[in-house]
């Protein structure tokens, strides 16, 4: 008895392959197995490597020269092209794909969606000219773009992480103004793509999944699809809409922000194999797959907004280009996207990175103010004698809920500019710390949170030396601050910190730290 299961499964990995590749794959069969099989392959009315026939230069397809071959994949040929009686001017591309036979029906949606395309005008897609069928060969005749592939120009480019979301949101464009206009591509990949010389982008073959393939319910096996960025929904022959096109997108995104597809081709690369990597296999992280200064860019937004992208589920992907679009252009303005838990500690974070500039001269600001309050103080106290002032509970109120030590903590600010920020922050602070103690004795209480902060930041920042330092001084500072605020319950805090923090000085910080 034949298995059903088994032969649909064989036919998969032979559908698109050679008679002699088949007879490989099937040679250890049973005889009424191999025969199902290859009645199936026989019967099935689109193989997608197909090839268009061999057209010589000079021949035409309705009103337009064919010129020499551009190119050539499963769905067809690529030539170059010019209006019939134009010169010498070869500014267009024809695409033959060779089917057999078309019905009446068939060629009225042909017809129909030619028409469609030819009106749909944008700067960022490649313009389609015109269409027809010849002897049963469809011929697309579209703007000839010269350029590179996107995923190309930005190697070539080696354009960083905001430069790539910039350039990509172009696609974006293109593909939602398309969207507007019922027409989805569901072929987006980096070929599809092109950068002109310009720098500006085009969405090439607009349209042309769906010319070749009439049915909207066709089955998985004659519905022609690009590894890795066809969907789910795609390859399993359900119903596309635009969330296909979101899904192709966020693939596209992912290949260019880390110069990998989202998925490994599979040991055995067959159509079959590829669809089941697709539906079944969950694309690592962004920010695993590339090197650890590119990761922290990736980590966190980035991988946020791209894993909803590529949702196996399409309900769970954004609910078109404009909702994708919308949240690069949040993270590209630094506010919260709507990918990431809306946590009042994510809000927070997020304002303070965007305005740290704001913060850190508010700071260095505030800091002043305090020690220049202080010296008038001490100024007034030698000529009138002493007098309470408000300056350390000032400090003291600034110092515990210093924002970038917040920031720091969060783990958020780094890097060399940062580094330099905090070093000019102690520097002030040693200013005022070398002063006479007898001076200081308002601002001990600032001085010992001062420096447990720079220990802090510089925990995070893995500068061990400068770390201990500052540890150091908040307890000497600490110390000394009880003896004239006894009963300040910030001190014992301070101090219970200090401790903490000394102890994990030199060690790489983990998730359990906690202080």
């Given at each position: 008895?034949?298995?059903?299961?088994r032969?649909?499964?064989?036919?998969?990995?032979?559908?698109?392959?050679?008679?002699?590749?088949?007879?490989?794959?099937?040679?250890?069969?049973?005889?009424?197995?191999?025969?199902?099989?290859?009645?199936?392959?026989?019967?099935?009315?689109?193989?997608?490597?197909?090839?268009?026939?061999?057209v010589?230069?000079?021949?035409?397809?309705?009103?337009?020269?064919?010129?020499?071959?551009?190119?050539?994949?499963?769905m067809?040929?690529?030539?170059?092209?010019?209006?019939?009686?134009?010169?010498?001017?070869?500014?267009?591309?024809?695409?033959?794909i060779?089917?057999?036979?078309?019905?009446?029906?068939?060629?009225?949606?042909f017809?129909?969606?030619?028409?469609?395309?030819?009106?749909?005008?944008?700067?960022?897609?490649?313009?389609?000219?015109?269409?027809?069928?010849?002897?049963?060969?469809q011929?697309?005749?579209?703007?000839?773009?010269?350029?590179?592939?996107?995923?190309?120009?930005?190697?070539?480019?080696?354009?960083?992480?905001?430069?790539?979301?910039?350039?990509?949101?172009?696609?974006?464009?293109?593909?939602q103004?398309?969207?507007?206009?019922?027409?989805?591509?569901?072929?987006?990949?980096?070929?599809?793509?092109?950068?002109?010389?310009?720098?500006?982008?085009k969405?090439?073959?607009?349209?042309?999944?769906k010319?070749?393939?009439?049915?909207?319910?066709?089955?998985?096996?004659?519905?022609?699809?690009?590894?890795?960025?066809?969907?789910?929904?795609?390859?399993?022959?359900?119903?596309?809409?635009?969330?296909?096109?979101?899904?192709?997108?966020?693939?596209?995104?992912?290949?260019?922000?880390?110069?990998?597809?989202?998925?490994?081709?599979?040991?055995?690369?067959t159509?079959?194999?590829?669809?089941?990597?697709?539906?079944?296999?969950?694309?690592?992280?962004?920010?695993?797959?590339?090197?650890?200064?590119?990761?922290?860019?990736?980590?966190?937004?980035?991988d946020?907004?791209l894993?909803?992208a590529?949702?196996?589920?399409?309900?769970?992907?954004?609910?078109?280009?404009?909702?994708?679009?919308?949240?690069?252009?949040?993270?590209?303005?630094?506010?919260?996207?709507?990918?990431t838990?809306?946590?009042?500690?994510?809000?927070a974070?997020?304002?303070?990175?965007?305005?740290?500039v704001?913060?850190?001269?508010?700071?260095?600001?505030?800091?002043?103010?305090?020690?220049?309050?202080?010296?008038?103080?001490?100024?007034?106290?030698?000529?009138?004698g002493?007098?309470?002032?408000?300056?350390?509970?000032?400090?003291?109120?600034?110092?515990?809920n210093?924002p970038?030590?917040?920031?720091?903590?969060?783990?958020?600010?780094?890097?060399?500019?940062?580094?330099?920020?905090?070093?000019?922050?102690r520097?002030?602070?040693?200013?005022?710390?070398?002063l006479?103690?007898?001076?200081?004795?308002?601002?001990?209480?600032?001085?010992?949170?001062?420096?447990?902060?720079?220990?802090?930041?510089?925990?995070?920042?893995?500068?061990?030396?400068?770390?201990?330092?500052?540890?150091?001084?908040?307890?000497?500072?600490?110390?000394?601050?009880?003896?004239?605020?006894?009963?300040?319950?910030?001190?014992?805090?301070?101090?219970?910190?200090?401790r903490?923090?000394q102890?994990?000085?030199?060690?790489?910080?983990?998730?359990?730290?906690?202080?």
């Amino acid at each position: 008895m034949i298995d059903p299961k088994r032969v649909e499964e064989l036919f998969e990995c032979c559908w698109g392959l050679t008679p002699p590749e088949w007879e490989e794959i099937l040679k250890s069969e049973d005889l009424e197995v191999i025969e199902r099989v290859q009645v199936l392959l026989k019967l099935a009315e689109v193989p997608p490597d197909q090839p268009a026939s061999d057209v010589a230069p000079g021949e035409r397809r309705g009103d337009y020269e064919i010129g020499t071959l551009l190119d050539e994949g499963g769905m067809g040929k690529v030539y170059l092209a010019r209006k019939a009686g134009s010169g010498d001017q070869w500014d267009l591309v024809v695409k033959l794909i060779q089917r057999v036979g078309y019905s009446d029906d068939e060629k009225n949606f042909f017809a129909s969606e030619i028409e469609a395309l030819a009106q749909l005008s944008h700067d960022g897609i490649a313009r389609f000219v015109d269409g027809g069928i010849h002897e049963g060969e469809q011929y697309l005749v579209m703007e000839r773009i010269v350029g590179d592939s996107i995923a190309d120009y930005c190697e070539t480019k080696d354009l960083d992480t905001e430069a790539v979301i910039w350039l990509f949101l172009q696609v974006c464009d293109a593909v939602q103004f398309a969207h507007l206009h019922a027409i989805q591509h569901r072929d987006l990949h980096a070929r599809n793509v092109i950068v002109t010389p310009q720098g500006t982008v085009k969405v090439i073959d607009f349209g042309i999944a769906k010319l070749t393939d009439p049915n909207a319910t066709a089955t998985a096996s004659s519905r022609p699809f690009t590894f890795p960025y066809a969907s789910p929904e795609h390859v399993t022959g359900e119903k596309t809409d635009s969330r296909t096109d979101v899904y192709a997108l966020g693939a596209l995104l992912y290949r260019l922000l880390t110069r990998r597809d989202i998925l490994p081709r599979p040991t055995i690369d067959t159509s079959r194999n590829q669809k089941k990597m697709i539906c079944d296999i969950e694309p690592l992280l962004a920010s695993e797959t590339v090197d650890p200064h590119q990761s922290r860019q990736l980590k966190g937004d980035l991988d946020n907004i791209l894993r909803r992208a590529i949702q196996k589920d399409r309900v769970d992907r954004f609910r078109g280009v404009q909702d994708f679009r919308d949240d690069l252009m949040l993270y590209l303005e630094g506010d919260p996207v709507t990918s990431t838990a809306q946590t009042p500690l994510y809000r927070a974070q997020k304002y303070i990175v965007k305005h740290w500039v704001a913060i850190a001269t508010l700071s260095v600001s505030l800091m002043f103010a305090i020690w220049r309050a202080h010296i008038a103080a001490t100024e007034y106290a030698r000529t009138h004698g002493p007098a309470k002032t408000p300056v350390s509970g000032l400090a003291m109120e600034y110092l515990e809920n210093w924002p970038l030590s917040q920031a720091f903590e969060a783990g958020l600010l780094r890097g060399p500019q940062l580094k330099q920020h905090v070093d000019a922050q102690r520097q002030f602070v040693e200013e005022i710390d070398h002063l006479k103690n007898r001076q200081l004795a308002e601002l001990m209480p600032s001085l010992a949170l001062s420096w447990l902060n720079l220990a802090r930041m510089y925990r995070v920042l893995g500068e061990t030396s400068e770390c201990k330092q500052a540890v150091d001084r908040a307890n000497l500072r600490s110390e000394q601050a009880v003896r004239y605020f006894p009963g300040v319950p910030q001190l014992k805090i301070v101090r219970e910190q200090a401790r903490k923090i000394q102890g994990l000085c030199g060690r790489t910080r983990g998730s359990s730290d906690v202080y």
